[in-house]
């Protein structure tokens, strides 16, 4: 753990949280000194208490709504990565590798969350004998109450499940984001964030070279699903006009000396974030009561 650099970061997503705090130089020299690593995580929430108190309840819920979706993820591939003949060999690195990163997320938000002095979330049945660790499989009905019953011995439908829940994914830390402004754990969740539009971008890769009717690019183009099951995920990702009231534009006016920007440009550029109560609904189709 490169506890500079995570300092470093924290400053740079909130230039006054030493104000808040008694001084970088003393803060460093009191972890380095003082703190076993192994408790770093209860330190670092302990710090980050103290400085925002005041918004602790509405981040640690924001991370616990992060939280619920990275259980969700991990159950899925981690179901999917052991399932014999479902993920074709070249392409099993990658999948582990994507487990292994939802593994690292949910590990970071539950020992953040615990930090901080907040309750972390558990999925229902957690404490059913099925469950491993991480995972919970008697919470989560991946074929969606029998949409998807070919999810776990059909690569191709595989595949969309984990595109949707992926770019779903993406958009959901969107709608989140605006509760870390200004707080020392934006950074990290835009880190996490960013790790999630990889995701989606590889399993979109896969899907292309396939031959994907849609032929998806890395990112969403206009409001375009893999399937016109799931266009809900994908609506308002069609819009072209950004920014907020006198300073917004509509991308598609703006010239290049060659022409206007199109409206698959336009749209590609920016991820449209998702309310949590809009994804609330999207993912409950996939838990089980």
């Known amino acids: 753990m490169n506890f500079k650099n995570i300092l470093q970061q924290i400053e740079k997503a ?4 030493y104000e808040r705090l008694s001084g970088r130089r003393q803060i460093l020299k009191s972890f380095g000194s003082k703190v076993a690593v192994a408790a770093l995580p209860l330190a670092i929430g302990s710090m980050f208490k103290k400085a925002y108190g005041r918004t602790t309840d509405v981040v640690v819920d924001a991370l616990n709504f ?44 539950t020992t953040t ?13 957690f404490t059913d004998s099925t469950t491993r660790g991480s995972f919970v499989p008697a919470a ?12 776990f011995n059909d690569y191709p439908t595989f595949l969309i499940l984990a595109e949707v829940f992926e770019d779903t994914g993406v958009r959901a830390y969107g709608g989140q984001m605006s509760v870390f402004s200004g707080n020392a754990l ?3 969740a835009q880190q996490i964030a960013t790790v999630e539009a990889r995701h989606a971008a590889h399993v979109r890769l896969i899907r292309r070279n396939a031959g994907a009717s849609e032929l998806p690019a890395p990112w969403i183009t206009n409001n375009i699903p893999p399937t016109t099951a799931t266009q809900a995920n994908y609506l308002g ?19 290049d000396g060659t022409g206007t920007v199109p409206k698959s440009a336009a749209t590609a550029a920016f991820d449209e974030p998702l309310d949590s109560g809009t994804v609330t ?4 189709p996939f838990l089980k009561p």
Do not use: C, R, W
Request: aromatic share 10%; net charge negative.
């Open 66 to 109: 992060a939280l619920e979706l990275e259980y969700l993820e991990f159950a899925f591939y981690h179901t999917a990565n052991n399932t014999g003949n479902l993920i074709p060999a070249a392409d099993q690195p990658g999948f582990l590798t994507i487990e292994a990163h939802e593994q690292a997320h949910v590990n970071f938000l």
């Open 281 to 284: 609904t999207l993912v409950s």
């Open 186 to 188: 934006l950074v990290q």
């Open 140 to 151: 989560y009905d991946f074929t969606g109450g029998g949409a998807y019953n070919n999810v």
């Open 237 to 255: 990702e069609d819009v072209t006009t950004q920014g907020v009231g006198a300073i917004s534009i509509d991308i598609t006016t703006i010239t």
């Open 113 to 125: 969350i615990t930090a901080m002095g907040g309750t972390p979330f558990v999925p229902k049945h």
């Open 14 to 17: 909130d230039p006054e949280v």
